[in-house]
């Protein structure tokens, strides 16, 4: 069965400060690791998708990498308006392409 | 365009009522799902259509009914539901079964 954890579950950091939120996952055989987005009461919002070992994305101050079992979001010089949830999944290769396996998510507040 | 649109926004409704949710893409996508998502949880997969033939459904209840009217549309019939069925209700789209969802800000649904 596929897996996904992330962690921390929460996540406090002061305007500025550097951090990393990671997504550790078991899956029989990888199509796709997704990063989204989430505000309260929305949808989440697409940030990225990894699919190859060492694989890097960024997005303004976001930054995604993958290994075999993990990746991680790094934020650098995070805004208050980077608070927010973010959700991890993972795409198998084996089974449905439409099913994707979320993590809990972690929970940013960036205080000014 | 490049939004997954849904109404209403928001909805209340008794045990008895029947209820639709809607949802509207105009980019062509040919996947088209519905995810149920509680509070502090991350989305759950219900239904998936596939170039508008139903292609996954997660053993969800029968009080909800999907229906795929063409390439664009997407309903989710309500009957008789629980007050166990309140959530926020998202719709999603992707290019094909493979590619990342594209999710709608979701309908807030209340059952009383």
């Known amino acids: 069965e596929d897996q996904v954890t992330q962690s921390p579950e929460a996540l406090r950091l002061q305007e500025g400060e550097s951090s990393s939120l990671n997504c550790s996952y078991t899956?029989?055989?990888?199509?796709?690791l997704f990063w989204y987005r989430q505000d309260p009461g929305k949808g989440p919002e697409f940030l990225f998708t990894l699919y190859s070992a060492g694989e890097e994305k960024e997005k303004e101050r976001l930054k995604a990498t993958l290994t075999k079992k993990e990746s991680f979001l790094h934020i650098t010089a995070p805004k208050p308006e980077d608070s927010a949830t973010y959700l991890c999944?993972?795409?198998?290769?084996?089974?449905?392409?439409?099913?994707?396996?979320f993590g809990e998510g972690t929970q940013l507040t960036v205080n000014p | 365009d490049t939004e997954v649109t849904q109404t209403p926004k928001h909805l209340v409704m008794g045990m008895t009522n029947k209820k639709s949710l809607k949802c509207e893409q105009h980019?062509?996508?040919?996947?088209m799902y519905w995810y149920k998502q509680k509070a502090k949880k991350p989305p759950e997969l219900m239904f998936v259509y596939s170039y508008e033939k139903l292609s996954i459904n997660e053993s969800v209840p029968s009080r909800f009914s999907p229906e795929c009217p063409n390439s664009s549309l997407l309903n989710l019939h309500l009957h008789a539901l629980q007050p166990e069925d309140s959530a926020l209700y998202l719709c999603?789209?992707?290019?094909?079964?493979?590619?990342?969802?594209?999710f709608g800000p979701g309908t807030r649904l209340l059952v009383l």
């Open positions: 899956v029989s055989g990888l199509r796709g």
């Open positions: 980019m062509g996508h040919r996947a």
């Open positions: 999944a993972v795409q198998a290769a084996e089974t449905s392409g439409s099913r994707l396996t």
């Open positions: 999603a789209s992707s290019q094909g079964p493979w590619a990342s969802p594209n």
